[in-house]
Each structure stands twice: as C-alpha cells, then as structure tokens.
C-alpha cells in the first residue's frame, strides 16, 4: 500500500510546502504576482508594481479557455444539456477519487513536521513559525501525551483581539503560553474551534467532508502508535494540498467541469469586504473576524484590485510582540512579505473550473480574485468554496447533513 501511496504522492507535489513539509518544490511555474505594497505611503501604488519576472500585475486561469458567457442560473443547473452532463460526470469522478485515496497518499515522500508543546510561550511560538516560514503547527500536550490541537495564525488574530478589549493586559501577554488560547478564546467570546483531526488511513473525502463542516482550512492527520497506544501527529493537510492533489492526478475529471464560474455561483459576490492601501492592519484584521474570513481585497477608490491581505500576513505584524504597532497600514504590512510570496491570482466570471484547476495544478493558489476586464473586484472564490461545489453539488440534503 504505501509504495503505491507514495507513488501517488511524489507525483502530485514533491516538494510542495504548505507549512510543515521543507523539500523543495519541483518545478518553479512563472507567475505574475502583486507586488508588495510600497512602505509608508499608501496614496503611492494606485497599480501594483512589477518585480523582475513578474510581467503582469496579476495571474489568470488560462484566459484563452473562455467561452462567451451563457446565462444561467443554479436552478437551471439540473435541466442538462450535455455541458451539464459532462460537469457532473466529472464531479462523481473527483469524488470516486476521493474515496479510493486516502489523506496519507496527499502526503509528499519526504516533509518536516514541527509540532509545539502547548507549554511553550505564544511570543516564542509565532518566532518558530516565523524562522521556520510556516503558518501553523499542530499542538502537543506532554502531560496527557495528546494533540492539543492546531495553532494557526486565527489564534494570533484572537491575541490581538484579546489586546483590544483589554488594553491593560498587554504587560502580560509575553507571559501567555500556547495552552491559555483557549482562556483567550473564552474572554474576548469567541466561538472555539473544535479540534477535528483524521487518521492518515482513512479515505480523502472523509477529510475534505470533516474540513467543509468544521470550515477547517487544514486538517491534522492523527494516528496512534501501535505499541504505546499514545496518539502521533503524521501531518498536517490543507484545502490547498487536496485541491492540488486533484488537480494533478485526477486530470481526467477535472477537464470535465467547463462550466464557467458564473455559471456555477462559485464563491462570493455580494457583501464583499475590502478595504484600501490606507486602512489600518487593525481594521482589517476586525473586517475579518466580523466576516469570519482569511483574505481582504484591497482596492482603489475605483475598486480596482490592488492587493489583496491574507490573514497570513498579520503574522509578521506582531512579531517580537509588537502588538501596539497594529496601526500600520496595511501598505506598510505588506511590504514586510517575502520575496517568495507567491502572489495573487485572479480569474474572470467566464473562466471554467477545469481551467482553475490547471492554475491549481501549475502554482500555488489559495484563492481567487474574481475581477472584470478593468480589474475591478466582481467577486472571490475561496478554495473552500471550490471545495464545497466539487464534494457536495448535487448531493442530497440529507447525506450532506450527515457529514
Ligand atoms: P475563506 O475564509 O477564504 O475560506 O472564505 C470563507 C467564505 O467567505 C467563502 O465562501 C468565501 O467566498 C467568502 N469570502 C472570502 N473572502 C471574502 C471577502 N473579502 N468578503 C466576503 N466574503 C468573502
């Protein structure tokens, strides 16, 4: 089995990080990104900049795969001409693959875990996070020998909530361990996450359907040794992994799904929030708490796409505990990012999924931008929205009820 498993998973990314794997990536696709924001002067970069390489301000699904746009509606959705057919033929196949692969065949043939005790200071963990260029860790309780759960950077987005609401505490903050998040969670009244976890062994599709009801954006993958009976943390795997799994081992299917996003209502269109290059790392961390989401457009006063500010990107913000400088502008925060930042990517209301799918399969994509032909915002796909269209169009209520 794990030959074969393996076999599967050098193919679909041997080098692919995603914050706890450090082999390097395979191949290096040419993309275009956003620049970083210039520092200190949010009026500046009414366009987003070049970088050397980077041609185009932003990337695109393959734009020459457009069809003219066809207006229909969900509803329409079950009257199937042989497009429709064609679509949910290739959604059962994604799904039959899902079943037959397990979570532990997403996994690259070499990675790197760093697993935190739940002991250890959040000042030091968001350090490790940083000096190891990841954006999570799992969490261990060596008292009961378990998983504790996944520290991700919505737990650094609580810290400064926390400080918000209780300005007089900041002297203490240094002093707070992983295992107060919980406490912190408490005070400021938020909703704790439940911490769900998968066994490697289990089939893929149980851990996208356990991801889409908790809107986990990663699942940790949790065995038990055989001889100590104690629990082992093997990996941890996102959205973005799974959905690139598909991409690149199951083409056969993916090519079916032609129907342009417009079509599909994939993502979010209405009540979008965004803020500007001006707009303080402060407000928009609230924006997204209020919203409960990972990522702000940031636009021009033409609502034109300039940026766009990950909830990843606060992770540079606080660090050394700098949790008073939240002030800055978000053109200021962006600038801290690496120079390996990957980017935004855009796409267009008539781009189809099967040529997603291929920007997924080429580069490292954790959401899309929906812009019209000026770049002005329409919309955002999430890859949690693209994962919910694939596991769950067309199923009955009732098995998606039961998860
Ligand atoms: P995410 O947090 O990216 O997993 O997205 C969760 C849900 O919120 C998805 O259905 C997205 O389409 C939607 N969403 C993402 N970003 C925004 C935004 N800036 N404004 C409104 N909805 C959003």
């Avoid at 080098?15 to 924001?37: E, H, K, L, Q, R």
């Avoid at 359907?209 to 943390?233: N, S």
């Avoid at 399969?361 to 929205?385: A, E, F, Q, T």
Wanted: hydrophobic share 35%; aromatic share 6%; proline share 6%.
């Amino acid at each position: 089995m794990e030959d074969d498993a393996r076999a599967h998973a050098e193919k679909a990314h041997p080098g692919d990080s995603d914050g706890n794997v450090s082999a390097p990536t395979s191949s290096s696709p040419t993309i275009t990104t956003a620049a970083p924001a210039a520092a200190s002067n949010p009026s500046a970069p009414t366009q987003p900049q070049q970088r050397p390489g980077h041609e185009l301000p932003f990337v695109a699904p393959s734009s020459y795969l457009r069809p003219k746009p066809i207006s229909r509606t969900m509803s329409d959705y079950k009257t199937s001409g042989p497009l429709d057919k064609e679509q949910m033929q290739g959604l059962r196949g994604v799904r039959e693959f899902l079943k037959v692969r397990t979570s532990y065949d997403v996994l690259p043939l070499s990675f790197r875990l760093v697993v935190l005790d739940n002991d250890l200071l959040i000042k030091k963990s968001l350090n490790i996070l940083i000096q190891n260029g990841i954006v999570s860790a799992p969490l261990w309780d060596s008292r009961k020998s378990s998983f504790a759960g996944l520290l991700t950077s919505t737990d650094f987005i609580n810290v400064i909530q926390y400080y918000c609401q209780f300005p007089d505490e900041i002297g203490n903050i240094d002093q707070f361990r992983l295992s107060s998040l919980r406490d912190i969670e408490r005070a400021i009244g938020v909703e704790p996450l439940e911490t769900v976890s998968v066994h490697p062994m289990r089939p893929l599709y149980e851990a996208c359907r356990r991801m889409l009801k908790t809107r986990a954006r990663r699942i940790p993958l949790v065995d038990v040794d055989g001889e100590t009976g104690r629990e082992m943390v093997v990996s941890v795997i996102t959205q973005y992994r799974i959905l690139k799994f598909i991409a690149v081992n199951n083409e056969q299917h993916t090519m079916l799904l032609k129907k342009p996003v417009r079509d599909l209502g994939l993502g979010t269109y209405t009540n979008l929030a965004t803020a500007t290059m001006g707009s303080s790392v402060l407000d928009v961390i609230h924006l997204m708490v209020k919203y409960n989401i990972s990522a702000v457009p940031i636009l021009d006063q033409d609502n034109t796409v300039l940026n766009l500010f990950e909830a990843v990107d606060v992770i540079p913000c606080i660090k050394g505990g700098a949790y008073d400088e939240l002030s800055a502008t978000v053109a200021e925060a962006m600038s801290r990012r690496s120079e390996d930042f990957g980017g935004i990517y855009t796409c267009n209301e008539d781009d189809r999924l099967d040529s997603i799918f291929d920007t997924i399969r080429k580069s490292r994509v954790h959401r899309l931008v929906v812009v019209d032909d000026d770049n002005r915002l329409k919309g955002i796909i999430s890859l949690s929205d693209i994962l919910k269209y694939v596991l769950l169009y067309g199923e009955e209520d009732d098995d998606i009820r039961s998860g």
